[in-house]
């Protein structure tokens, strides 16, 4: 996901190399990193949701009961 997330230097060797505009670059890797983010999110939202923390942590509940 580093290569996609403005600013890149693999985007600024990229633009200077092929005669590309950079900042076209940046703004093309701003839809491709937003959609990565918020997809790795929602997983985690998912995923966050399911665990129960007291099952996952067994010292915790050792320790505060």
Do not use: H, W
């Amino acid at each position: 996901m580093a290569e996609t997330i403005p600013p890149c230097v693999n985007m600024i060797i990229l633009g200077f190399v092929a005669n590309i505009s950079i900042g076209g670059l940046f703004i093309a890797g701003l839809v491709p990193a937003t959609v990565l983010a918020l997809g790795l999110a929602a997983v985690a939202v998912y995923y966050g949701t399911k665990i129960d923390p007291d099952q996952a942590f067994e010292k915790r509940r050792r320790c505060c009961a």
